[in-house]
Nanobody, 122 residues
C-alpha cells in the first residue's frame, strides 16, 4: 500500500493550497481517509477526515470553515483544500487510511503517507 501526498509549498498568510493524496495497493472505497499534520516541535494532530460511501466529513476545530476534504474514488485520491491559511497551519501534512471508517485517532490508522510540507509565512 502506498499513500503519496503532494501539493505542499510555501505560501503567504491568506493564500490557498490544495493537497492531494494518491492511494494505491488497497481497495480505496473501503477506507475512510484522513489528514493529520505535525508542526515543528509538536505532536501530530488530526486535521480532517472523510468517510467512505456517504462522504461524511469531520474537521478539527482550528480548520473548520477554512479547510475542505474531498475524495474521488474513481482516481483513488483524497484532497484537502486549504483556504485562508495562517502561519499556525505550518506543518508537515500526512494522509492516512483506516479500513471501513475514518478516525481522529493516530493509532487507529492502518496506513500512512510520507507527508508534504506546508509553510505559511506571515
Amino acid at each position: 500500500v502506498q499513500l503519496q501526498a503532494s501539493g505542499g509549498g510555501l505560501v503567504q498568510a491568506g493564500d490557498s493550497l490544495r493537497l492531494s493524496c494518491a492511494a494505491s495497493g488497497l481497495t480505496f472505497n473501503n477506507y475512510g481517509m484522513n489528514w493529520f499534520r505535525q508542526a515543528p516541535g509538536k505532536e501530530r494532530e488530526f486535521v480532517a477526515a472523510i468517510n467512505r460511501r456517504d462522504d461524511s466529513t469531520y474537521y478539527a476545530d482550528p480548520v473548520k470553515g477554512r479547510f475542505t476534504i474531498s475524495r474521488d474514488d474513481t482516481k483513488n485520491t483524497v484532497h484537502l483544500q486549504m483556504n485562508s491559511l495562517k502561519p499556525e497551519d505550518t506543518a508537515v501534512y500526512y494522509c492516512s487510511a483506516r479500513l471501513w471508517t475514518y478516525s481522529v485517532y493516530e493509532g487507529a490508522q492502518q496506513y500512512w503517507g510520507k507527508g508534504t510540507l506546508v509553510t505559511v509565512s506571515s
